[in-house]
C-alpha cells in the first residue's frame, strides 16, 4: 500500500488505485500509516523542486480524500437504513396478509347421511333434528344430512311415511320420494 501511497502523492495514482486507497484509508490504524508515508515523503522531497504552498495542496487534497469517504459512508449509511426499513414494512405485510389468510380458512364439514329403516312387519318413530316427528310404515326407509335444521330440511322417503311437521317458514320441509 505504501508504493499507491507514494504513487498518490506524486499524482501518479490511477483511478482505480485512489479507490483503492480510499477503502484501505477507512480503517483508522491505516490512517496512522498513511501519516507516517506522508512525512517520509515529504523528507525525501527536495524544497527547491517544489513550489512554497505545496503544504497547503496537500491539505487540500486529504481534505477532499476524507470528504469523498465520508460522502461515501453517508451514502452507504443511507442505503442500508432504507432497506432496514423496507425489511420491517415487507415483514408487517406480510404478518398481516398470513393473520387474514389462516382466519379466513374455510373450513369444509364433510356432508353425513342419517338413515332411518322400518323393518318388515314393523312401525318406526323418529323424531327429527328439528323437532318434528315420523312414523315409517313397514319397509320404508328415510335419509337426511347432518346439516338438518340448520341449512336445509330436505328427506329423502322411499316407501311410506306419516310427518308431524314443525314449522319453520325461513327453513321448509322438503320430501322427495
Do not use: C
Amino acid at each position: 500500500m505504501k508504493e499507491i501511497a507514494i504513487k498518490y502523492f506524486e499524482g501518479r495514482a490511477s483511478e482505480a488505485e485512489q479507490a483503492e486507497l480510499l477503502e484501505w484509508l477507512r480503517i483508522k490504524k491505516n490512517r496512522k500509516d498513511f501519516s507516517s508515508y506522508s512525512l517520509v515523503w515529504k523528507k525525501g522531497l527536495d524544497e527547491q523542486k517544489f513550489p512554497a504552498n505545496i503544504e497547503e495542496t496537500w491539505n487540500k487534497i486529504q481534505a477532499r480524500l476524507l470528504q469523498k469517504s465520508f460522502n461515501r459512508w453517508q451514502k452507504t449509511r443511507r442505503t442500508n437504513q432504507f432497506f432496514r426499513i423496507a425489511a420491517i414494512f415487507f415483514f408487517l405485510i406480510s404478518l398481516g396478509f398470513f393473520a387474514y389468510f389462516f382466519t379466513n380458512i374455510e373450513t369444509k364439514t364433510p356432508e353425513y347421511y342419517t338413515n332411518v329403516l322400518a323393518e318388515n312387519g314393523h312401525i318406526s318413530k323418529v323424531e327429527l333434528p328439528d323437532g318434528s316427528y315420523v312414523w315409517l310404515n313397514s319397509g320404508s326407509k328415510i335419509s337426511y344430512n347432518n346439516f338438518f335444521a340448520s341449512n336445509n330440511r330436505n328427506i329423502s322417503l322411499t316407501g311410506e311415511a306419516y310427518f308431524q311437521v314443525t314449522k319453520n317458514k325461513e327453513l321448509p320441509l322438503v320430501v322427495t320420494s
